[in-house]
């Protein structure tokens, strides 16, 4: 029977004769003596044959080769002082091998090499197709470990703390509209019709508390079949809660007390509360962002009402328009960033167009504090409106100030991803720091220009605020966001719970009285029966361990990720199946491929 694992040994089991079970991470022939790092999920442990000390299996240590899996018996001795290795937290002590029993051998070439003494760089697609190699690496293991403590500590504050019951919500359940796209599955005793997996169980909770159950968390599975980025999968975890009678403020209050225990449980790092607040319409003109990243500066400044009236018209046209001139004001920028990047051709340039500018204006403050700038900007700008920017951006001596001009949403887009950018490569950003905020008094609805109708910016079953009731097409919605150094990890509202308020927010978002009714029936039924005041809120729980791993991508920690084109290279998924299953559920594929 094994004894211990591998990382749990240490001085104080000295002279102990203990069984472990591992892969041989590394194998080390030095003048007869043999050294097999040995690994498990907890770590690696020295083990050493001596053909004196222990002769009846070394001949075996010397066939071992790394991946190797093998059970190890012998005593646990002191390293000698010239040999100890304080890299390694078992690196005081070592195992003379008194047996070893060889498992199982590797019968084909490794793809990559896995012991953790190897650095070098793994192609990500081989990665996901060995997957499984690539989890016993140290980086992947502790990841997944981290992921581990996250959902534990979830658990035991809501349940042992706040009283919270776990529920599980269905899987196959009805397709909505109002969000991204559904992955749908044919109902084979229900022919014609179609089941969707879930994209969050919002309805499902929502329903748990007109049931009465009043504080519902699930660690729950959501599917959404959207265009992928670094930090999105078709499949994906959150952490899902709703709770009965309580006002915004204390549900954010509780939300501040579960993040500071994750941190504190995880990471050992105490987190001050209560945290910062935004309004979406404060976010939006400081940094052009919903999920600000506050660690760093370079805050916008916006000069619409100075340039209005300017011959520029780039600049008076975007305000006739109904859009929008700010700048992004850099410190030292004069020195860090050339005209090259700003023009055509540029870095810099490149990422504004990418946001939908068509250019870059700028404006570059002299050591000696005069304005340098170049074309129409310098010939239309009056002394009077040079000196108020300077007021208003705080420009001294070697600053340099971009221009957004245009519509809201692309200039605000753009200087975001220059703000971002910039703070990068300027080093204004501490990778250590860890700002939380709460952004909240979102609109309800935003404009969609494609279906030229008014969709909800988070979902349609959030309450207005009780305010703004008689006029929803303008109203704030009881919304907020966490977020956690530039990413959103959680949001959430309270909820609408009376059936006349909702029906007024589908007839707001173009749903008729019938098709309202005919997707959402079931609830307006439920809120004939009692509903109490509720509100929620949803962590993505790949995103949070992602920022708290220090990892750059949620496919890194997260077990057997999909690929930025949705697909599961160790299976080979999705993939076709027999013409006899899809005959079955009396579906034909209407998919020609490009000849």
Known sequence: MRTHYCGQLRQQHLGETVTLYGWVDRRRDHGGVIFLDLRDRTGIVQIVSDPQRTPEFYHLAEKLRNEYVVQITGRVSQRPEDSLNPKLPTGEIEIYA???????TVRKQLPFQVSTAETEQVREELRLKYRYLDLRRERMMKNLQLRHEVIKAIRRFLEDQQGFIEVETPVLTRSTPEGARDYLVPSRV?????????????????????????????????????????????EFTQLDMEMSFMSMEEILQLNEELVAHIFKSVKGVE???????????????????????????????????VVKDIGFKVFSGAVAAGGIVKILPIPEGNAAISNVRIKPGGDLFNEAASAGAKGLAYIRVR?????DTIGAIKDNLSEEQKQEILKRTGAQAGHLLLFGAGPVDMVNKTLDRLRQVIGRELNLIDPEKINLLWVTDFPMFEWNADEKRLEALHHPF???????????????????????NGYEIGGGSRRIYQREVQERVFETIGLSSEEAY?????????????????GGIAYGVDRLVMLLAGEESIRDVIAFPKTQQARCLLTSAPAGVDAKQLKELQVASTYKPKA
């Open 367 to 371: 050591d000696d504090g005069e304005i």
């Open 98 to 104: 008194d047996q070893i029993e060889l498992l199982n």
């Open 518 to 534: 005919n997707k959402f029936g079931f609830l307006l039924d439920a809120f004939e029966y009692g509903t109490p005041p509720h």
């Open 271 to 305: 987190i001050p509360r209560p945290f910062p607040r935004l309004t979406y319409a404060e976010a939006m003109d400081r940094y052009g962002s919903d999920k600000p990243d506050t660690r760093f500066g370079l805050e916008l400044v916006d000069v619409s009402d």
């Open 462 to 484: 959030t309450a207005p605020k009780p305010e703004d009731i008689d006029d929803l097409k303008t109203a704030k919605a009881q919304a907020y966001d966490l977020v956690l």
């Open 190 to 234: 229900n022919p014609g019709e179609w089941f969707a997996l879930p994209q969050s169980p919002q309805l499902f909770k929502q329903l748990l508390m007109v049931s009465g159950l009043d504080r519902y968390y699930q660690i729950a599975r959501c599917f959404r079949d959207e265009d992928l980025r670094a930090d999105r999968q078709p």
